[in-house]
């Protein structure tokens, strides 16, 4: 009984995760010197940190995930709050549901609305030009701040759902004593309210950073030629290039770069992967 | 809802006007790619230019092809189909399989073995692309030197995409799956087989009935991820290109409205889909 019940998830486990990283590992560390001939090498890190225009991609996209993952926190926290405190509840449960909606759609067709809204011919630039705000229509796509909007979009549900869900378990009445002691709104949001949300916001972060880190397709559609996106140089070097090697070795620094975040965040928050997992 | 708490008028209006701000981010995309799917112009921009439905109903003679006559656009939304009901039903039998592997087995290695299961969620779809590629050709160059052998479902194709998607999904499944599966009361299992009943029939008649709103959501998320997914398709996908590649492929090349039709197509039927999913877990509460 437990041989069946085993031999599943061991063959996805191993076959379809833990082979194909090992795998990836050797790759990387290899270097071809003639036709079907390797020979072990560190020559594909080395290329990453002397070629300049590699790290700095990799720092741009470490950067501004980071900054993804804030904006859509602070975004987020609120609307999370008025879900679980301050709505009635049947605001409330509609509300979520509301939040959810946009999230059952591809992210093809979400990357595709924000296209519409914002390139030179599109919605937005002609809206400003009729408000008499610009005198001409402005491309609005191609900028970081595009790739930001599109990430933060991307990610919202990732957020709000842990959110609400450590928010929920927030006893009302912990917040109506501290206010009735003379707590102000702040005090009680710095030492009842985050605490209290810690491993939700944890949880949030942890997954819309690696989403964004991970993420291709909303950066490359919006931001065009500048997106600069690592996934990018992973996808240049695999598919265009076949340059495997290297591809490899830049896979593995994003993947370390996401393990580094992901127990940085447990670090700092003291919680634990598994937990913090199933509330994700 | 905290009730004693002060709410002067400013914070409820700013309330207010933050909640509509949100909402207008989040709607405004989905609306104007639904609403520029009619628009009678060759660009989904504006200005408006009154309403058609070549974008759906155009066929080549017209000058412009419409969804339903776009047979490139066809095959893709059938290539996902196909390619989401494997992932779909390796992810369930998979994810039930864990489930009962978790909750009801003791054995060595578990704990271990419970957080390799979570480890996927936490790898870039990018990498668990990459890394299957790279592992399945090298799989495949083997059998091919050693044995002669030309697997040709280990090159990049919809197999791999199966297999790329149901890496992670199978992850999402077990999480839904187990988490009832906890919830189950293990009295009414040793009631029926102290009434006789054999294992098959408690499994048959009475926990895969308990276990059935788990199995049918995590059916219907599996199926949308897969249909959904980018990232991961993208580094495995081969001459057959499921849907999410194929629009973004157009969508580099300059699109059409042809596209709104297809994304609005995709929106009724994730919202057929969520609408049915919810009518069916409230029937089972």
Known sequence: MLAWLLAPALLWLLLLIVLPHIDLALLSLRERVAPRVYRPSLNQFRTFFVEPLYWQVFVRTAILSALATALTLLIAFPVAWVITKVASSRASALLLVLCLIPFWVSETVRALGWLILLRESGVLPALLVKLGITPVPVELLYHDATILIGLIYTSMLFMVVPLVSSLESLDNALIEAAYDLGASGFVILRRIVIPHAAPGITAGCIVVFMLTLGNYLTPTLLGGKNSQWFTELIYTQFIVRFNWEQGAAFGFLLLALSTAMVALGLRLSGQRFVDVMRRA | ?285
């Not at chain 2, 668990?128 to 280990?154: K, T, V, Y």
């Not at chain 2, 090159?155 to 906890?182: E, N």
């Open chain 2, 1 to 285: 809802m905290i009730s004693s708490l002060p709410r002067p008028v400013w914070l409820r209006t700013a309330t207010m006007l933050y909640i509509a701000a949100f909402l207008i981010f989040l709607f405004l995309p989905l609306l104007v790619v639904a609403v520029f799917a009619f628009n009678d112009a060759s660009y989904p921009a504006p200005p408006w230019r009154g309403f058609t439905l070549d974008w759906f109903l155009g066929n080549a003679a017209a000058g412009r092809v419409g969804l339903f006559r776009d047979s490139e656009l066809l095959g893709s939304i059938w290539t996902s189909v196909v390619v989401a009901t494997w992932v779909t039903a390796l992810s369930v039998t998979v994810g039930t399989a864990n489930a009962f592997l978790m909750e009801r087995c003791r054995f060595p290695g578990k704990q271990a073995l419970s957080i390799l299961m979570l480890i996927p969620l936490v790898i870039p779809g990018v990498i668990l692309g990459i890394s299957i590629l790279a592992f399945s050709s090298r799989i495949a160059e083997l059998a091919d030197s050693l044995f002669g052998l030309d697997l040709d479902f280990l090159r990049p194709g919809l197999p791999l995409v199966v297999a790329g998607q149901f890496s992670y999904i199978a992850t999402i499944a077990t999480l839904m799956i187990s988490a009832r599966l906890k919830r189950f009361d293990r009295t009414l299992e040793e009631a029926a087989l102290n009434l006789g009943a054999s294992h098959a029939a408690v499994l048959r008649t009475i926990t895969f009935p308990y276990l059935r709103p788990a199995l049918i959501g995590s059916a219907a998320i599996s199926f949308l991820m897969s249909f959904e997914n980018f990232n991961t398709t993208l580094m495995l996908v081969g001459p057959d290109a499921p849907l999410t590649v194929t629009m973004y492929g157009r969508m580099r090349e300059g699109a059409t409205p042809v596209l709104n039709a297809v994304s609005l197509f995709l929106m009724l039927a994730s919202a057929a889909l969520a609408l049915a999913l919810m009518r069916g877990s409230k029937r089972a509460s």
